[in-house]
């Protein structure tokens, strides 16, 4: 096998896992792929043989790429038009099945990442949900490792208080979901009522593309409402499909047959705490196929 070759089989047998790195720490799958492209054109010039650990390599490289993408990120967001959310990813059973990933990649957690400093978050992925050492993290965002043990907990301090609640178990979140979606599309406001929670959130994310809200709608009562006059305001026939979006239990909306949008749920208590809507077509290239995540 010679050099090229070796390479490429460590970059593939890593390539969930970057992909899950570089996503954790930009929200988006389209300039996460980007990333593992730049990951992979700097990984192919380096010695292996000076290389002992091509995981951590790798996981270097991509963070430090990562960092560069997230500051240009911070400057797209500032013109966005509305509120801004993740890019839905409609992923394997597998990442449900691994509640700590699953919850890390949550459309709620991933909100909270975005409030941290660039490599504030990149120092909590690392560290918080992939249990990369210090020494590593510290090579990966070129600081020292007591600077970044400082980094960590004051972003882990940053991350629990404002962390969502517990999420609901999976029989829960089926429950409440099952019966959000049955009162949506029958337009049974009492029903919607009935499951959402008082303080319940709608983030819409249309891109300037779509239309959604632009600013989040908070309480139960203007959502419900809102919700059941969206579908009898259109011509074309409204379809909610169940999906594992993001690690859980989401609904793919299609019009006439055609994807139009994505809801991911926030369930807390058997109630429906929080809602994402994400329209913008540009953010829904990868609900077509499912996604890998790996730790």
Do not use: C
């Not at 047998?13 to 700097?42: I, K």
């Not at 992939?130 to 004051?154: C, L």
């Not at 409204?238 to 047959?257: E, I, K, T």
């Not at 540009?282 to 609900?287: G, I, N, R, V």
């Amino acid at each position: 096998m010679d050099a090229r070759d070796s390479a490429t089989a460590a970059f593939v047998a890593h390539r969930n896992l970057l992909f899950t790195v570089a996503y954790e720490m930009l929200g988006s799958a389209v300039d996460a792929e980007d990333v593992l492209q730049e990951t992979w054109l700097r990984w192919v010039d380096v010695e292996l043989g000076t290389v002992r650990d091509h995981r951590a390599y790798l996981v270097r490289i991509t963070t430090r790429q990562a960092l560069t993408r997230l500051r240009t990120l911070g400057r797209r967001k500032e013109s966005y038009v509305g509120s801004w959310l993740p890019e839905p990813l409609l992923t394997t059973p597998d990442v449900a099945d691994d509640v700590e990933l699953a919850e890390s990649v949550s459309m709620a957690m991933l909100l909270v990442l975005d409030t941290l400093a660039p490599t504030e978050r990149a120092v909590f992925v690392l560290r918080d949900v992939f249990d990369v050492g210090y020494d590593e993290i510290a090579e990966a965002v070129g600081r020292s490792p007591a600077t970044v043990r400082q980094i960590a907990h004051r972003a882990r301090a940053h991350v629990s208080a404002r962390r969502p609640g517990p999420a609901s178990s999976p029989a829960e979140h089926r429950q409440a979901l099952d019966a959000f979606r049955t009162a949506v599309e029958t337009g049974d406001l009492q029903g919607l009522l009935d499951v959402l929670a008082p303080d319940v959130v709608l983030v819409g994310d249309g891109g300037g593309v779509r239309q959604a809200v632009l600013r989040p709608i908070t309480g139960a009562d203007k959502v419900a409402r809102l919700l059941v006059a969206g579908p009898s305001r259109l011509s074309a026939t409204v379809s909610l499909h169940p999906a594992q979006v993001n690690g859980h239990p989401s609904l793919v909306v299609r019009l006439d047959g055609e994807l139009d949008s994505v809801v991911a749920l926030r369930i807390g208590d058997g109630r429906v705490t929080g809602l994402y809507a994400v329209r913008n077509p540009e953010k829904l290239s990868h609900m077509t196929e499912e996604t890998t995540l790996r730790r």
